[in-house]
C-alpha cells in the first residue's frame, strides 16, 4: 500500500478530523490452507476490525482499522486469522510505531509522546521499557582492564560502573548491593581482563570484586581517603569553635575552606592567616600539621616508603587527636592493601566522579526522571556511544585493481570502499566527552568536572 507504505496491506477505507486519521486497511495474504492441519477446505467464519495506531501523519495521529478475516477448518476443528505483517498485536500498534516511540522518548517526556501518537501514556511506558529491555540484551562493551566502581544518590545509591582509560560510562546498577554488583561483574563479556579496580571503602564492592573478579587488584581511591584525613582537621575545628566566644569566632571567618586547602594553594594573606590560628591555637595546629602530613604520604615514590611513611605519622599522633584521625587509622587498617595498592598503580576514580556529576546533570534538568528513564538517557541517547577503533592490521585487506586506485586517486575518493563488519566494532560505553557535548551548550557544565 504505496499511501501509508505498509507492505502486505491494502488500503480499503480512509477517513480523516481535524486532528485524526483513520484508515481501513486489509491483509494481501490471505490464508488459502489450515495452517494445522493443511486441509484446502476452510470456512470464513467471521470478520474481526481491531484499531492499531502507527506513525503520525501530517501532523495528526493514525489508526489503522485492520479488517481480520476469521476463519474454521471443518476437518480439526481450529478457528485461526489472517497474520497482521508489520502489527504488534499486544499493544495495537505497528513495528516501526514503537521503534518511533523507542527512539523520540529519549527526548520527550510520556505524556507529550503520548499524545502526539494517540497511545495512553501507561503504553507509551511499556513500549519504552521493552526496548530498553531489547537494547539492554543487545549491548555488550568491551570489558575495560581498569574499572572504576561509585554510586550515585536518586532515591538511593545506584551503582555506577566505567571504563577509566576510556573515560566511558559502562552501565548504572538499580542498587549497590553486593548480589547486584557481583551478578554485573560476572556477565562482563571477558571479566578475566580487569586488571585493576577502583572504589571506595563500600564493603559489598570489595567483596563482590574478590568473587567475580579474583584475579582483579583493588584499589582504594585515595580521595576517599584523603577526605578522611581532612575530616579529622575539620572535628578538632569544630570542637575548639565551641569553647571560643562569638567575638574569637568572628576571626576565624571562612576558617574551614582556608584550613582544608594545601598550603601551596593558599595567597600570601589566606598564609598568614592560617599561621595566626594554628600559632594561637595549638591543638589546631597540630591537627593542621598531622592533615598535611598524611597528604604527604601520597607523595612516596614507592608503597614500601607509603606504609613506613604511615608507620611515622600514626605513631606522631597526639592522644588528643587519635580520637578525631580513629575513623581514618580503622580505614587503614581494615583496608590496608587496598589502599597502599595505589603506589603500584596510580589510578583514581576521578573520571567515575564526572559521570556521577553528569548523573545528578541530567537528573536535575530532567525534573523527576526514574531510574530507568535516566539510565536509558546516559546508555542509549543517539551519539553519545564511544566506539573500539580495530587496531592496524587486525582487519582483513582486499585486494584493490591498480586501474581503479588511480582512478579514484585521480578523482580525490578513497581508493576502496570495503563493507565494515558491524560486529567486530564494540562499544566502549557512553563516552563522558559526548555526554557533556549534549548537556553543555544549554545547561552549562563545566566540561572538567561535568558540575552543572
Known sequence: ?????????????WEESPHDYRFTIKTLASYTSCPFCHSDTIDKHGILTPEFRDLPMHGKRVGL?????????????HTFLDQVPGMDEHHRVTARLKMYVAEKVLSRPFTALAEEVGLDEKTVRVLFGEAVANWDAQRRVVTPEFLGIDEVVMGQPRCVLTNIREQ?????????????????????????????????????????????????????????VIRMANAGLDGVRKQLRLSLSAKERKTLMHDRFLLLRRPHDLQPM????????????????????AKEAFFAIYEAPSQALAERAYQDWEKSLSKEL???????????????????AYFDQPVTNAYTESANNLIRAMQRLGRGYSFEVLRAKMLYTAGVQKLETPRYGSEPFTAVMQDRMAHRLLQGMPTHQVRRDVTAIRPLGSDFAKLIAMLAPEHRIDPHSGKI
Open 270 to 289: 589566606e598564609q598568614v592567616l592560617v599561621e595566626s590560628w594554628t600559632r594561637n591555637l595549638p591543638l589546631l595546629g597540630d591537627a593542621y600539621q
Open 65 to 77: 482499522v485492520v479488517q481480520r478475516q476469521r476463519y474454521r477448518c471443518p476437518r480439526c476443528g
Open 1 to 13: 500500500m504505496n499511501l501509508l507504505n505498509l507492505s502486505g496491506w491494502a488500503l480499503d477505507q
Open 322 to 340: 587519635e580520637a578525631f584521625f580513629s575513623p581514618l587509622t580503622t580505614a587503614m587498617h581494615n583496608w590496608h592493601d587496598e589502599i597502599f
Open 168 to 224: 566511558t560510562l559502562l552501565d548504572l546498577l538499580p542498587s549497590r548491593r553486593y548480589d547486584r554488583v557481583a551478578t554485573y561483574l560476572l556477565h562482563l563479556s571477558k571479566p578475566q581482563a580487569v586488571r585493576w579496580v577502583t572504589m571506595d571503602m563500600w564493603r559489598p564492592y570489595r567483596e563482590a570484586v574478590r568473587d567475580a573478579l579474583p584475579q582483579a587488584r583493588i584499589v582504594v581511591d585515595k580521595f576517599h
